[in-house]
């Protein structure tokens, strides 16, 4: 019972960490917490006789259990983020679905970067692996192969590729990406305060919005021009708070994205530095054929 104790003191410790990493490889609290739980279960089976670095141990343990649940998920994608797996696995998977409330979940998700996660769901497991544990956790490459099972030049191939598709482009202080994005930046952020006169001043007199058949009943129709869009955009943007800045197809844009679960694209076109038109795509084949990655900050 003693030693029992004191691998459970030794967890806790661990915990936040392991729920950190779980986190950016699942992208959901509640299958995070359940790949925790799983290497509580491990340590408590097999105890700490052996293992020098107890963390990295863990550590380990949480990014194979991961990278299992990555390639169950891609294998069944009619459950792309809350799989069931985790039910199995832990008799607490009530309890930790219970703290990963919305609240949480969307903390957890900002603190992330909701465009990040919505760009690290398109990544093939091990590349997910690689990049999260490499460029996010410091995890040595030696290290990070074994979990994966590939040599080491090729775990420094996956995260490599990985890193080009999440970091598609450095956003510099000039340049067209640049005044893209700073406009981009105005948008929300006069969106986010209702603002109409901010929002008008960023957009072309002209502005004009497309739909898809997934969008097209959410959003007014027969709305021309850059006042009237601005008033009615302000009157229904609850869900600006999950906006957030993204490359797309090789311009600033904007993805949508409860708690890092992509819902909307807004692929805008850009005349100067005024907004032109904007098209909203929510078709799900669309979204997941869409080049995405992040912005430098």
């Known amino acids: 019972?003693?030693?029992?104790?004191?691998?459970a003191e030794q967890f806790e410790q661990n915990r936040g960490h392991l729920r950190g990493v779980?986190?950016?490889?699942?992208?959901?609290?509640?299958?995070?917490?359940d790949a925790v739980q799983e290497s509580w279960l491990r340590l408590s089976r097999n105890g700490a006789d052996g293992i020098d670095n107890l963390g990295g141990w863990l550590t380990t343990v949480v990014a194979r259990v991961c990278l299992d649940m990555l390639r169950s998920r891609q294998s069944k994608?009619?459950?792309?983020?809350?799989?069931?797996?985790?039910?199995e696995r832990s008799g607490t998977s009530a309890e930790s679905r219970a703290k990963a409330d919305p609240?949480?979940?969307?903390?957890?998700?900002?603190?992330?970067?909701?465009?990040?996660?919505?760009?690290?769901?398109?990544l093939d497991p091990a590349e997910r692996l690689a990049f999260v544990l490499h460029d996010m956790f410091?995890?040595?490459?030696?290290?990070?192969?074994?979990?994966?099972?590939?040599?080491e030049p090729a775990t420094r191939q996956l995260a490599s590729r990985a890193r080009r598709r999440i970091r598609g482009a450095d956003i510099a202080e000039s340049g067209t990406l640049g005044k893209q994005r700073r406009v981009v930046d105005a948008f929300l952020a006069a969106l986010r305060r209702g603002d109409v006169p901010g929002l008008v001043a960023l957009l072309d007199p002209e502005f004009s919005v497309r739909t898809?058949?997934?969008?097209?009943?959410?959003?007014?129709?027969?709305?021309?021009?850059?006042?009237?869009?601005?008033?009615q955009a302000v009157q229904a943007a609850r869900g600006a708070v999950f906006a957030r800045p993204a490359l797309i197809e090789g311009s600033v844009g904007i993805v949508i994205a409860p708690n890092g679960r992509l819902f909307r694209v807004l692929r805008l076109n850009f005349d100067g530095e005024k907004i032109a038109a904007m098209e909203i795509i929510g078709d799900k084949e669309r979204l997941e054929q869409l080049e995405l990655a992040v912005l430098s900050d």
């Open 1 to 7: 019972m003693e030693q029992r104790n004191f691998l």
């Open 103 to 122: 609240e949480n979940e969307a903390l957890m998700a900002d603190s992330v970067g909701i465009a990040l996660l919505v760009v690290l769901d398109r």
């Open 22 to 33: 779980a986190y950016r490889m699942l992208g959901s609290l509640s299958d995070a917490d």
């Open 212 to 231: 898809d058949a997934a969008t097209a009943a959410a959003v007014p129709q027969g709305i021309h021009g850059a006042e009237a869009w601005a008033k």
């Open 77 to 87: 994608r009619e459950e792309p983020l809350e799989s069931s797996a985790g039910a």
């Open 138 to 151: 410091d995890l040595p490459f030696d290290e990070i192969a074994g979990i994966v099972g590939r040599s």
